[in-house]
């Protein structure tokens, strides 16, 4: 069974400041992705990382898969109240169909 | 282009009884997928249908059965409700042919009493 293991699981910090969320297997994914989902609404796909060592950036948002594909991060600069939501990592498998996620950051940003 | 719906949003049942939850896929997507979202916790795989096939299952008991039609929409059934199953249901579309990325709709919030 493929587990992804996410961390921090809450994380308050102030508007301004900068934060990694890291998102950890001991499995390979063929594909990585990043999702932000808000209460009562379902996940929105922020990116998607297929090689390993990519790099993606958006806006303030860098993703980074793990060289051997079994990890990723996400690093937010000068977070914004608007950032607040759940982030979800879910890794892809090649044969398999489904995703399998992470269990979450749920990040709030003070204003 | 349209993008994924559910419904209905919100639904409350009895313990025991049966229920049914519909999805319309996102627009020139082949690929369904169902979700099951405890609070708190990610989402996990239920089952996925491919072309009126199902293409996978997750470790649901078989009381959770699907189905998918001709213009791709899906529907979710669960019968003998239990407790447990209070859940946000999430309903994804995707292109299909290995490409993994989902297109998530709202949800339906169901609530077992």
């Known amino acids: 069974t493929q587990l992804l293991e996410q961390s921090p699981q809450f994380l308050s910090i102030q508007e301004g400041e900068n934060l990694t969320v890291y998102c950890n297997s001991s499995?390979?994914?063929?594909?990585l992705q990043w999702y932000r989902q808000e209460p009562g609404e379902g996940p929105v796909l922020l990116v998607t990382?297929?090689?390993?060592?990519e790099v993606k950036k958006l806006k303030r948002l860098t993703f980074q898969f793990g060289d051997a594909r079994k990890d990723s991060s996400l690093h937010i600069t000068a977070a914004q109240p608007g950032d607040t939501g759940l982030y979800l990592c879910?890794?892809?498998?090649?044969?398999?169909?489904?995703?399998?996620f992470g269990s979450g950051t749920q990040l709030t940003v003070l204003p | 282009e349209t993008g994924v719906t559910q419904s209905p949003t919100h639904l409350i049942k009895t313990r025991g009884q049966q229920v049914t939850l519909r999805c319309s896929s996102q627009s020139g997507h082949n690929t369904v997928s169902w979700y099951q979202q405890a609070l708190g916790q990610g989402p996990q795989f239920i089952f996925q249908?491919?072309?009126?096939?199902?293409?996978g299952r997750g470790n649901f008991p078989p009381r959770f059965s699907g189905l998918q039609f001709p213009n791709y929409s899906s529907e979710l059934n669960v019968n003998a409700l239990e407790l447990d199953d209070s859940a946000l249901y999430l309903c994804?579309?995707?292109?299909?042919?290995?490409?993994?990325?989902?297109?998530f709709g709202q949800g339906t919030r169901l609530t077992v009493v």
């Open positions: 499995s390979v994914f063929s594909s």
């Open positions: 994804a579309s995707s292109l299909g042919q290995g490409r993994t990325e989902a297109f």
């Open positions: 879910a890794g892809g498998s090649g044969s398999a169909r489904q995703l399998t």
């Open positions: 990382v297929v090689t390993g060592g």
């Open positions: 249908y491919y072309r009126e096939e199902e293409n």
